[in-house]
Each structure stands twice: as structure tokens, then as C-alpha cells.
């Protein structure tokens, strides 16, 4: 997948989120999660996601990623409509074109940091080796290292060496750094913005550390469901000055 200039951007949006609505009922009881928002988000681009719980941070984010649907509103993938398309083409699009970090690293116990990523390449179109993945999160030496003989920190980076191992056009993140210290969550958004920078991979990031919004290029607050205000960063910190 080509990657676009800087200057492209304005023109051509990766994902485009055009009135996302999303409702929850339990019996009579209404939630409404997201309401009517509008978000586009850029190839290569870094953008971070502020607001407090519940404000509907993750629930853009599965929505984005096809692991929820929309009750209206429309997300549209290099102008398919993706909120259009069967549970076949869904899953397809998960598969090949997102990957997923979450809080919890969800390795398997029993397999090494290598054969962990290998979980994603051997049903990739076009995947990395498991081992140059591993290299870009900076675990090149520990392929052959079980989860138990891994810190949190390097756990996280192997998820997101198996998260990128696919190529994917879109990386998700919700709170990667959430179950660590300053010190390994900074080492953790390193290993993100070099995915972001050496791939050109599109990532959105949730957060409740506010400190993270300067290393992306735009700061996106959503409160009670909804886009407050959306922030554009003329610079981006390295991840490494960052003070928490």
C-alpha cells in the first residue's frame, strides 16, 4: 500500500466516520454511546483520543475497526462503505487491513514471542517475518522468549509486533500503556511511533494520559458521546520527551 505525503493528507482520508450514532438498551434503559460524529483520519497520520470514561473513546474505536457496528452512520475504508458490507467482508477487513493493541497483551502462555506473531502471518496477504516485526518494536533479541521470561513492557511490544506483522493500513490502540509504569509505557509509545514512522501505518490511540497528545498529530476530545474539539499539533514530540 503506497504511502501519501504529508501534503496528500488533506485530500485523502483512510477511514472517513460520516454520523456515527451508537445506542445500547437494556430493556427500557437507552445509552447512548457516540452520537452523530463525524471523524476522518489520514494515511500515515498519528492521532491520540482524550475524554474521560464514557465518553465513547472505545466504542469509536471498535466501530472504526469493525469489531462493533453503528446504529446509523456510515465508516467508509478508501471509500468502501465498510457498515454496508456482510459479516464475510467485515471480517476480511479486520484480517487484512487492522490491527489491534490492546491493554492486555493476550499473548499465548505456551508460545514464543516469535511464534506469537506468527499467529498473524500465516493468514496475512502480505506479511512481514515475524522476526523483522519483532525487530521494529526493538525485541530483536528475544524472539525465542516465552510471555513468563518477558516483562509487561516487552509483552505489549510483542502484541504490537503481532498487531503489524500483517501490514495493516490502520493501527488501533486502546490504552497500550494502561497496565504499566511511566518508564515501560514511554518505551511502549516508542515502539508505536516507530511503527507509525517506518510503515507509515495510520494509528489512533486511546488514552487518559493527556502527556501522549504531543507526540501525535492531532488531539481528538470527545465528551458524552460526542467530538468536543479536534487539536492539530504544528510539531510532534518524541515519544522519549514525554514527561509524565
Not at 504511502?3 to 482520508?13: D, G, M, V
Not at 451508537?22 to 434503559?29: C, D, L, M, T, W
Not at 487492522?98 to 491493554?103: E, K, S
Not at 518494536?137 to 509486533?161: C, K, M, N, T, Y
Request: charged fraction near 25%.
Amino acid at each position: 500500500m503506497a504511502i501519501l505525503s504529508r501534503e496528500t493528507e488533506a485530500k485523502a482520508a483512510t477511514l472517513r466516520a460520516k454520523g456515527l450514532t451508537k445506542i445500547y438498551r437494556a430493556g427500557e434503559v437507552e445509552v447512548r454511546a457516540l452520537s452523530d460524529v463525524d471523524l476522518d483520519l489520514y494515511a500515515s497520520e498519528m492521532v491520540v483520543l482524550l475524554g474521560p470514561s464514557g465518553s465513547g473513546k472505545s466504542t469509536l474505536l471498535n466501530i472504526l475497526g469493525g469489531l462493533d457496528t453503528p446504529t446509523h452512520g456510515q465508516v467508509f475504508f478508501q471509500d468502501q462503505d465498510i457498515t454496508a458490507t456482510d459479516d464475510t467482508m467485515l471480517t476480511g477487513y479486520r484480517k487484512d487491513y487492522v490491527g489491534f493493541v490492546f491493554q492486555f497483551y493476550n499473548l499465548i502462555a505456551s508460545l514464543t514471542a516469535r511464534e506469537n506473531v506468527a499467529l498473524v502471518t500465516e493468514i496475512a496477504q502480505n506479511p512481514l517475518d515475524p522476526v523483522d516485526a519483532l525487530k521494529i518494536v526493538g525485541l530483536g533479541e528475544r524472539v525465542d522468549h516465552f510471555p513468563a521470561q518477558l516483562s509487561g513492557g516487552e509483552q505489549q511490544r510483542v502484541a504490537i509486533a503481532r498487531a503489524i506483522a500483517k501490514q495493516p493500513a490502520i493501527l488501533l490502540c486502546d490504552e497500550p500503556t494502561g497496565a504499566l509504569d511511566s518508564k515501560t509505557g514511554i518505551i511502549v509509545l516508542e515502539a508505536i511511533e516507530t511503527v507509525n514512522r517506518e510503515l507509515g501505518t495510520t494509528t489512533a490511540i486511546i488514552t487518559h494520559n493527556s502527556v501522549t497528545a504531543g507526540m501525535t498529530d492531532r488531539v481528538i476530545y470527545l465528551g458524552d458521546g460526542r467530538i468536543v474539539r479536534i487539536d492539530k499539533n504544528r510539531t510532534r514530540s518524541p515519544a522519549r520527551e514525554l514527561a509524565w
